[in-house]
């Protein structure tokens, strides 16, 4: 998804594929700063999804839509 939009692909190589088969072992939040402490990031036009790369890799916020034959589907994530 990320080269689908022209300021996040310089960094598409290093965001791994999705994998739903992925289990979550750790939660990273106060307790551990340093790590959430954003090193580059990369923002686009207005609505688009943004990037931060933090000490453990790059993370893409924000919309992203697939477009599948069916219909476009929409990447859940979470919005606080």
Known sequence: ????????????DEIPPLDRSAVI?????????ELLKIREFRNGPRGAPWSQKLSLGWTVIGKMCLDFPDGPRHVPHNKY
């Not at 998804?1 to 960094?11: K, N, S, V």
């Not at 750790?26 to 700063?33: K, M, S, V, Y």
């Open 1 to 12: 998804m990320a080269r689908t939009f022209a300021h996040l692909q310089d960094i598409a």
């Open 25 to 33: 072992h750790l939660l990273i939040g106060w307790e551990a700063p």
